[in-house]
């Protein structure tokens, strides 16, 4: 196996290419890596000796001090990249990533490029990511080595992607929840490392809990079954997988060939390696999250607990096409429950407290939910209501007089109240509590979502969204607990 | 037994199938198809084969399995669909129908269908039908499925695929992944599906794709639910025609 800790944790970094246009790839990918607060030492490196976003520049990669630098990122055109790789070597080099393009996606001399690229890392003992990749992410190491942005809050997620494109939509969906990444790489055309090595890489990873990966092409299926299956075992892998409704159209003999399009046994390899699939990038990302910050539950037994009544109709209505079950209320349960509600509550699952609840009474239910043995998961609707009514309060002409500060401020400290609750109950019992409110795009300065948030939680935008996480999060547990696992 | 003997000695047999990403493959007989997968321990109904009326009759008579009423079937290695040639009889009750279903099926082979034989098994009675097969991916390598089954397999295309070998775990995860879940509870006065039963025959076919050499494809359509045990009463394997 690759040793990665140099492309995903150097101590130095030479780039290669480094202009003072702002709009080329080299003084973007320097302004990024600065920017993201790289404590290492960069070393720009141009055909112009000169000054780039205070920084030197040298002239040539012989400038650079011996062991200063471990990887270099390159942005210079392929006819040169040899040499230059050469150079790095020498003074210590052992990973590199190449986002230059000019390789095998432009034509035939590009082809032979690429191989005589791989030829030379190869001889170096150079790990070699890309080429025509746009970029990695390291956020243990403050680093954004990348020719785009953006950069993204520290987490457990690490990205692996064969299209760049969806790096970049990871890591927006990453600071937009505030739930964190600890690596992100574009595989470029990986030409040397592919998706199973960085799937190595991060299942070894301290920093690392789950990894999310994007896949269009697989062109040795059998063999990344054989490299992920036992990775899966040890951490989760969220894979979404682009071009999946191409159905397979061959010439088939038989009537299983015909049945086998690539859809179909790319999900049953899924399923029998333990990979957990997402049907679009946004589900990806929430099963990932879900996966770095919630418990795993232990079956598929779900209860709603909802302020009001539709969203639990909703959310129960959304577990048909999972594996999870709305499961009926036990006894035990129910009686407890009715003790801390009025009369009108549903008396059954979804929990609709029906607007009955006092001070206290969200986080004592959900206290005697997830602690009940026959809970697995829980999913809580219609948290953020009080602060959306204080906002429209605190908006209105009236504020603050006719006691509107006061109520205004008890209904925000509510809704943080329910949301560190949930953390809290889910952390002390091990059932994975799901939050979920539209108000988590529509304002997410919202108590509500903004206290998920504040504590590394993700705040789903809807039932159907936080019920497609627990599937994922149920679906592996099941795999798990059948292998003894 | 191994299937590399039946490969080798019929390599002369005319190529009935032309794959276009794969070149050429030849399917082997019902008959032979059926003795491949039951020597791993798939379950088929019982059978004779014989290539004369008497020498069916003198099969059927001598084995005790295979009971009235019987399926007869012209099988051989270029005849792929036998129902759409007409070559399938089914529910004939006595040793007099039996030979002039014999006859008569023996006079509808053409010279292109080669050496031909008739298939005599017992029919078995069920409402359920799966589909089992195997297929060699392109990308995956040998891959093992379940379905459910009969003529209206492709239209429903209610599947599950694994790459084979499989483990009697992931077998009993492909029945999960079924849709049509309904089919495995008790049914129109059948008995509960046997699903240990189920998953040892797709163990056993796996097995099948895993370890025999030049496998390409091999379909168990339709696989009976016989009192909620599975039973091919179908089997066809295509393999290489270079060995």
């Known amino acids: 196996m690759a040793d990665l800790s140099a492309l995903f944790d150097p101590r130095g970094i030479i780039i290669t290419g480094v202009s003072n246009h702002p709009g080329k790839f080299g003084f973007v990918t320097l302004h990024n890596i600065l920017a993201s607060g790289y404590e290492g030492q960069v070393f720009p490196i141009a055909r112009e000796p000169g000054e780039v976003l205070g920084l030197d520049v040298l002239g040539s990669i012989d400038d650079v001090p011996d062991g200063a630098a471990d990887m270099v990122f390159i942005c210079t055109p392929p006819a040169i990249n040899e040499g230059l790789l050469r150079q790095a070597a020498a003074k210590g080099v052992t990973a590199a990533f190449c986002a230059a393009g000019g390789y095998r996606e432009a034509g035939q001399e590009g082809v032979e490029a690429e191989e005589r690229l791989v030829d030379v890392c190869n001889e170096l003992g150079i790990a070699l990511a890309g080429p025509n990749g746009q970029g990695v992410v390291s956020t243990p190491a403050k680093m954004c080595a990348q020719i785009v942005a953006p950069y993204a809050p520290p987490g457990k997620i690490a990205i692996a992607s064969q299209s760049g494109n969806f790096v970049s939509s990871f890591l927006n969906l990453a600071n937009h929840t505030g739930v964190g990444v600890s690596r992100a790489v574009a595989a470029g055309n990986a030409s040397v490392l592919g998706i199973a090595d960085y799937l190595e890489y991060f299942t070894n990873d301290p920093e690392t809990a789950v990894s999310l990966v994007y896949i269009e092409s697989v062109e040795d299926g059998r063999e990344m079954f054989e490299r992920v299956r036992p990775l899966s075992q040890r951490k989760p892998i969220v894979v979404v997988k682009g071009g999946a409704s191409a159905a397979g159209a061959r010439a088939a003999a038989s009537h299983t060939g015909a049945l086998a399009s690539d859809d179909a046994v790319f999900d049953g390899m899924c399923h029998q390696a333990g990979l957990i699939r997402a049907r679009d990038v946004e589900e990806a990302f929430e099963a990932a999250a879900t996966f770095a910050s919630q418990p795993l539950p232990s079956g598929d037994r779900v209860v709603v607990v909802t302020t009001v009544g539709g969203w639990g109709v909703a959310a129960v209505d959304a577990m048909a096409d999972t594996r999870l079950d709305p499961t009926p209320l036990p006894g035990d349960l129910l009686a407890a429950i009715d003790a801390k509600l009025p009369p009108r509550w549903s008396k059954n699952n979804p929990i609709d407290m029906a607007g009955g609840e006092t001070r206290d009474t969200v986080p004592e239910i959900l206290q005697l939910v997830a602690e009940h043995p026959d809970v697995d998961g829980v999913v809580l609707l219609g948290t953020g209501i009080q602060s959306n009514t204080a906002a429209m309060m605190r908006r209105g002409p009236f504020f603050p007089e006719h006691g509107l500060e006061r109520i205004v401020g008890f209904h925000e400290r509510q809704d943080t109240r329910y949301a560190e609750a949930a953390t809290e109950i889910s952390a002390a019992t091990g059932t994975p509590i799901m939050v979920a409110t539209e108000l988590a795009t529509t304002d997410p300065s919202n108590p509500a979502p903004a206290s998920r948030r504040a504590a590394g939680q993700l705040c789903h935008a809807s039932a159907g969204r936080a019920i497609r996480s627990l599937h994922h999060l149920a679906g592996y547990a099941a795999w798990r607990s059948a292998r003894g696992l | ?243």
């Not at chain 2, 493959?25 to 003795?35: D, G, K, M, Q, V």
């Not at chain 2, 509808?108 to 359920?128: C, F, I, Q, T």
């Not at chain 2, 097969?133 to 891959?143: A, C």
């Not at chain 2, 009993?172 to 049509?180: G, K, V």
């Open chain 2, 1 to 243: 037994m191994h299937v590399g003997s039946i490969w080798a000695r019929h390599l002369a047999v005319p190529t009935s199938l032309r794959d276009t990403t794969h070149g050429v493959s030849i399917t082997l007989s019902e008959a032979e198809s059926r003795r491949v997968v039951a020597g791993y321990g798939v379950p088929v109904s019982p059978f004779v084969t014989g290539t004369s009326a008497d020498e069916v009759l003198a099969a059927v008579d001598s084995d005790a399995t295979v009971t009235y009423p019987v399926v007869a079937k012209l099988c051989g290695r270029a005849i792929a669909h036998k129902t759409e040639r007409g070559l399938v009889r089914l529910r004939i009750a006595d040793a007099d129908s039996l030979r002039t279903a014999c006859d008569e099926l023996l006079g509808k082979a053409v010279p292109e269908d080669g050496d031909v034989e008739v298939l005599v098994s017992s029919m078995v009675d069920g409402n359920r039908e799966l589909i089992a097969g195997l297929n060699d991916d392109p990308q995956f390598g040998m891959t093992v499925m379940v379905g459910v089954g009969g003529i209206l397999a492709e239209a429903i295309r209610d599947v599950s695929f694994r790459l084979a070998p499989i483990s009697e775990v992931d077998a009993a995860e492909m029945l999960d992944d079924l849709a049509t879940q309904r089919l495995f509870d008790e049914f129109r006065g059948e008995p509960k599906a046997d699903r240990a039963a189920i998953i040892d025959a797709l163990v056993a076919l796996a097995r099948v794709g895993a370890e025999e050499v030049g496998l390409r494809s091999a379909d168990l359509n339709p696989l009976i639910l016989v009192d909620g045990k599975p039973m091919a009463v179908d089997a066809l394997l295509e393999i290489d025609s270079n060995g």
